[in-house]
C-alpha cells in the first residue's frame, strides 16, 4: 500500500487498514511505560506538591519535579468494569493527561541543565516519578544544529523531547494506531504548555528538526520509537524564538559522528513484537534531512451570524483540581441544563489556553489557524439548539443551521460508547484534508494531528474548570461527520470529536496517587 492510499484509508475507510483477523493479545500486552533494563544512574524525584503552580525565576529539580508529575505522571490505579452488566474488570495506570485506551504510547526525554545534577540527557521514568540518566554532557551545539539554529539552547535550561513507542498501541489498534499516536503526542504538548505557563517557564514547540540526529542523541531505535516534537524550556525574557534558519550545512549522518551510539536495553514485557511495516514506512516519509523556512499558511473561512460570547481576562479556577477532576465519561453522561455563561466560560478559557509559540507560525498565534472548531449544541439556556463556529480571533461563535443533531451525530458512531442523547455540546475537530502536505510532506499529517491533541486536550482542561468532561472520539464514519458539520465545500475533514457534558460517576475502584 503507497502512503498515500494508506492515508486516505486511515480517515475515511479504516477497516481496510485493520486485517479482519487481527486479534488484540491482552496476555502479551505491553506495560503502558519504559522501563531501562541497564544498570544506569537513577535522580528520584520529589513528591512533595502544593496544589498551586508558583512561578520559578531559578529552576531547581524540585521544579522540574512538579513539571514532570503535572504532565505525565501515572497519578491514579483505576480498576474499571468491561460494561455496565459485566463483573469482568480490568486495571489502567491514569495520568492527567487522556490516551487512546489509555495505553500511552508517548515517551518523554530530556536535555537538563540543573545545578543538583549532571547536565546530560535522561528519560522520565513515570513509573517510578524518576530520571534515568543515559549520556552525560553538554549538548547545547548539538542541539543548535539539530533545530537548524533557530533554537539559542544556552539560554534554555532544559528541552523536552516527546517520542513515539509505535508497538505501546499498534498491538491493540494495528495501523490505526498511526492517527492515535499523533494525538496523544497533542494531548501530552498540550499539558506540557499549560503547567510551563503556570511554572513561568517560556516554551516553544518544534514540529521540524533534523530526527536521526535527535533520535541518536537520546538512543533509541528508529524502529521501535521516533522523536515526534522537542519542546526547549526557558527563563530567559531576552531570548529569541524560531530566528530565521542560518546558512549552516549540517546532515542528521554528521552530526551523529559527533557522538557515540548508545544502547540501552529496556523491557516493555511483550514476548512477541508484531511487525508494523506501514508506521515505518510513514515515519521514514516524515523523516527531515534539511530544513526550510517557509511560513505559507492555510486560509481560514469566516461569515455572518455572529454570538458574542463575554470575555474575562484570566483563568481563576484551580488548575491543580482541573487536572486531578478529568477524565473520559462513556455511557455515564447525564443531560443537565447548561447555562450560557457556563458555555461562555469554557469558550474563553479555551481561548486563553490556545495561544502558543510554534516554529511554523513562529508567534504566539491561536491553535485555530489551522484546526478549525465547530459544535453542536442542545439544551443551552440562552442559546438556541443547533450548529455553531467557534471564532475565537473576534471571542465570538458564528451560528451554522438550527437543529438537533444529537441522533444524526449517534448514527455517525462507530460503535455505542457514548450517549450522545445525553450530552449537550459536541465539538468537531477540522483540518486541511490534504494534510498540509504540500507545505509539511508527509510530515504534515503527523504535525497537524499533534496540533489538533494540543487544542483538544486545552478544551478537555477548560471543561474540567467548568465541573464538566469530555470524551476524545476517533471511532465514528468521517464521510458522515464531514457532511454533518459541513466542512467539504472548505475542503476540511473532520480529525476529532469531543462530547462534552456533566455525567455521573463511573462504576469503577479507584486509587490516586496524587493525594
Known sequence: MNLDKFLYNLH?????????????????????????????????????????????????????SQFLWYSYAITQLSESYLSMDSVETWMTYRRYVPSGGALYPSEVYLYLKLQEIPTGIYHYNAAHHSLICLREGNFDEYLDHALGNRCDMS?????????????????????????????????????????????????????????????????????????????????????????????????????????????????????????????????????????????????????????????????????????????????????????????SNLLNDLTLMSHYRNDIDQDLSLLTSRVSLRFTSYGVVGLSNGMYEVCNSTHEIKQISHGDYRTTQQDGLLSDFVNMAQIPLSFNFSGSNNHYQELYGYRGHRIQHMETGILAHKLLLASSLQSMNGHPVLGFDVPWYDELFQLRKYESTSLLQIPIGYHRPLARLQSRLDM
Open 155 to 343: 539560554k534554555c535550561f532544559a528541552a523536552v523531547f516527546v517520542s513515539t513507542f509505535f508497538w505501546k498501541n499498534f498491538f491493540k489498534y494495528h495501523n490505526f494506531s498511526y492517527r492515535l499516536q499523533g494525538l496523544d503526542a497533542g494531548f501530552l504538548l498540550g499539558q506540557m504548555l499549560e503547567v510551563g505557563k503556570r511554572k513561568n517557564f517560556a516554551t516553544g514547540v518544534y514540529y521540524q528538526f533534523l530526527d536521526g540526529a535527535i533520535n541518536h542523541l537520546l538512543g533509541v531505535h528508529e524502529d521501535e520509537e521516533s522523536v515526534y516534537a522537542v519542546l526547549p524550556l526557558s527563563i530567559d525574557n531576552e531570548m529569541k524564538w524560531f530566528e530565521d534558519i542560518k546558512n549552516v550545512q549540517i546532515t542528521s549522518a554528521k552530526l551523529c559522528e559527533e557522538l557515540e551510539t548508545i544502547h540501552h536495553q529496556r523491557y516493555m514485557k511483550s514476548k512477541v513484537v508484531r511487525p508494523y511495516p506501514m508506521l515505518l514506512k510513514m515515519n521514514q516519509a516524515c523523516m527531515l534531512y534539511a530544513l526550510t523556512n517557509d511560513k505559507k499558511r492555510p486560509i481560514n473561512n469566516d461569515s455572518s451570524l455572529l454570538v458574542k460570547v463575554p470575555q474575562t481576562n484570566d483563568l481563576i479556577h484551580s488548575f491543580s483540581k482541573a487536572c486531578k477532576d478529568r477524565y473520559s465519561p462513556g455511557q455515564d453522561f447525564v443531560l443537565k441544563p447548561l447555562q450560557f455563561e457556563t458555555l
Open 12 to 64: 475515511y475507510e479504516t477497516a481496510k487498514i485493520t486485517p479482519p483477523d487481527w486479534e488484540v493479545n491482552w496476555e502479551d500486552a505491553p506495560l503502558p511505560y519504559k522501563l531501562y533494563t541497564t544498570d544506569l544512574p537513577e535522580v528520584e524525584l520529589t513528591r512533595n506538591f502544593s496544589d498551586t503552580h508558583s512561578p520559578s525565576t531559578h529552576p531547581t529539580l524540585a521544579d522540574l
